[in-house]
């Protein structure tokens, strides 16, 4: 099973500012990644996959990139609505893996 | 519009069995893959199972391989989650998903989801 491990646990920014997440695969899942948002009592929403292509309606200030073992999650100017816990998912082999989530809170 | 209704859930004594159903609407439906995903109360997400579009091939993650069963009505749209000899540990919110690319393929991530049905294992 391939072990997915976000960092940080928490991260809290300033709305505005820029913010990177992180996503470490423990072996290589190519760029066979995904990421999701979710807000509380919400279903997940699919933001990014292909590591890097965004999803229908997403934003553009949303961008991910990486590929391998390490992945990235960056805001460009982090909006209100952006603030939620972020899950990486890789699909290259099953079982499918989620991380653990990183949340994103108000500085 | 996509939309997937998860019905089905509640409170169930540890052993015992709970039937899931995913009604799908907006989408046909035969084409694309599903899966069911589950988050405990708190915590991550969980990948639990995935059907392909044709139902012939099942996926089930090593926690509930032997005890879950997937499986899909395509005359009903519905997808389904059968769960025997349930646990504490089973108790989570089920969300069922749709993934993104018709047809087969390995690329199994989730463009929609259903609302989520909270099921609870408890004596």
């Known amino acids: 099973e391939i072990v997915m491990t976000q960092s940080p646990a928490t991260l809290s920014v300033s709305p505005g500012e820029r913010a990177t997440l992180s996503c470490r695969a423990s072996q290589s899942v190519s760029s066979n990644l995904a990421w999701y948002q979710q807000k509380p009592g919400q279903a997940p929403r699919l933001l990014i996959y292909?590591?890097?292509t965004r999803a229908t309606g997403i934003p553009a200030r949303f961008s991910g990139s990486g590929s391998g073992t390490e992945f990235t999650l960056t805001f460009s100017s982090l909006q209100s609505e952006d603030f939620a816990v972020y899950y990486c998912q890789q699909y290259n082999s099953w079982p499918l893996t989620f991380g653990q989530g990183t949340r994103l809170e108000i500085k | 519009e996509v939309q997937l209704l998860e019905s089905g859930g509640g409170l169930v004594q540890p052993g015992g069995s709970l039937r899931l159903s995913c009604a799908a609407s907006g989408l046909t439906f035969s084409s694309y893959a599903m899966s069911w995903v589950r988050q405990a109360p708190g915590k991550g997400l969980e990948w639990v199972s995935a059907?392909?579009?044709?139902?012939?091939?099942?996926y089930y993650a090593d926690s509930v391989q032997g005890r879950f069963t997937i499986s899909r009505d395509s005359s009903k749209n519905t997808l389904y989650l059968q769960m025997n000899s349930l646990r504490a540990e089973d108790t989570a919110v089920y969300y069922c998903?749709?993934?993104?690319?018709?047809?087969?393929?390995?690329?199994?991530?989730?463009?929609?989801w259903g609302q989520g049905n909270l099921v609870t294992v408890s004596s």
């Open positions: 292909g590591a890097s």
């Open positions: 998903a749709k993934r993104m690319i018709p047809f087969g393929g390995v690329s199994y991530y989730f463009d929609y």
């Open positions: 059907i392909s579009a044709s139902g012939g091939t099942t």
